[in-house]
């Protein structure tokens, strides 16, 4: 495994989770959610149309996340987003935001709203609780629940444990970019742009190893190998 730069924010350690398998490029439906600080309001979120160089694939170490943590619950962003902001790292195509929530038990998320975003939340371990947004329900360790804010929505999401922590991965993009999400068990081969991110085990894309937490900004078609379990976006 390449060895990792030093980052200036805080580094958290690489999550090692047994992930429940998926198939293959499986897209999923159905409704979900999650908050940017800069998705406030009722403006629709913003992408970043800034020009690409054709067949670039950029790849970000799980180390380079930016570290959040207040009342129980730590957060690392692949994007900038709150105290973290940085313009030159504020979304990836029509992808927004790609969060790991840490919850202590009985921690969470109070009510706050989303317009303009799809959000779906894939749960590596523990029993996330979500209500409101016209859809209360309990997800599990390897369940999507996919929530789809275009018209706007207010939630809430805890961690339904006293006793155990909660660990889950959200995904948010811009509603009517037309971007499919996808659990994707390697090997496997995704078409571009997409965004890619590894959730559990250890892949290797374009010929470079990655492990649970890095994640690639692929401009065109991408092979997976390995035997990991991948998050991505395609539009």
Known sequence: MPARRRHRRARAGA??????????????RGRCRIG?????GRAAAGLDRRPRERGVTAFRAAGERYLTEHDGITTLSCFATGPHYDPANLSFGPVLAV???????????????????????????????????GADRLVGPGEVFVQDATDGIRHSEVNASATRPLRFVQTTWA???????????APARLPGPAHL???AGEVA???????????????????????????????
Do not use: N
């Open 99 to 133: 969060d790991e929530h840490r919850l202590a038990p009985g921690a969470g998320f109070a009510e706050h709203a989303h317009r303009g975003v799809v959000i779906a939340t894939w749960v590596l371990a523990g029993t996330l609780r979500h209500s409101g947004g």
């Open 15 to 28: 999550a090692r989770l047994a992930a429940p398998r998926l198939r293959a490029c499986r897209p999923l």
């Open 197 to 199: 991110y590894v959730a």
């Open 205 to 235: 894309v374009v010929g470079r190893w990655l492990e649970a937490g890095d994640s690639v900004r692929a401009v065109e078609a991408v092979g997976i190998e390995g035997s990991g379990t991948v998050l991505a976006v395609t539009w």
């Open 175 to 185: 509603a009517g970019s037309g971007a499919r999400f996808s659990v994707i068990d």
């Open 36 to 40: 940017r600080e800069h998705l406030a």
